[in-house]
Structures are given as C-alpha cells and as structure tokens.
Nanobody, 124 residues
Framework: QVQLVESGGGLVQPGGSLRLSCAAS????????MGWYRQAPGEQRELVAT???????NYTDSVKGRFTISRDNAKNTVYLRMNSLKPEDTAVYYC??????????????????WGQGTQVTVSS
C-alpha cells in the first residue's frame, strides 16, 4: 500500500510561516490528487487545499491568499507553504493522496492514503 510521510510542523508565532512536506512511496503508478486536511481539537477534519497532477489547485476560503500548495511529481511529494499564520490555524495537518499503484499481485489498483499527521501550533 502507498505510504505518506509528513514533516515540517511545529510551533510558530501569529504572523509566522511554516512549510509542510509529504512524500509518498510504495509501488506508485500515478498520483491523481494530493492534498492537505486539518483537524483541530473537538472539530471534524476539514479540507485545506488540494492539487492535481496537472497543477490545478483548490483552497478552503479561510486560507486563500495565505497558503500555497505545490507538488513535485517526480518526487511524489506535496508541499504546503503557510504564511500569515493565525491561532485558528492550529490543528493536526494530514496529507492525503489518491491514485493508482501496483498491488502485490502486480495489478494496478486504486488507492487513497493518509499520512500520520503533523501538529501545527500557532501561539504567542
């Protein structure tokens, strides 16, 4: 199965910046969509941003103009640059990827995988 490994979370002051990274591995044939979601304590997981293999992006309204999602298709890696961070951005951020991979049988199968999550805390 395809695995996602995230990095880049941490503690930052309001107005600061962070960059998250997520690398996918494991018999990948193609990744159609990669994205970032977040979940704050007591809240449901919500979409932050997505990017297709052709570079089309989508953002939730609350991060437009502050966050930028990008990807390196050759490295199967997605990034999230977060600027002008606010306390309400505090959450666990999860990477997501959907596409096609080679199963153990050698056949191509669809996959949807999640990363383990990385904590982002915005506080003074």
């Amino acid at each position: 199965q395809v695995q996602l490994v995230e990095s880049g979370g941490g503690l930052v002051q309001p107005g600061g910046s962070l960059r998250l990274s997520c690398a996918a591995s494991g018999g990948i044939f193609t990744i159609n969509v990669m994205g970032w979601y977040r979940q704050a304590p007591g809240e449901q997981r919500e979409l932050v941003a997505t990017i297709t293999s052709s570079g089309r992006t989508n953002y939730t309204d609350s991060v437009k103009g502050r966050f930028t999602i990008s990807r390196d298709n050759a490295k199967n890696t997605v990034y999230l640059r977060m600027n002008s961070l606010k306390p309400e951005d505090t959450a666990v951020y999860y990477c997501n990827a959907e596409g096609i991979y080679y199963s153990r049988s050698g056949y191509r199968s669809n996959f949807r995988s999640w990363g383990q999550g990385t904590q982002v805390t915005v506080s003074s």
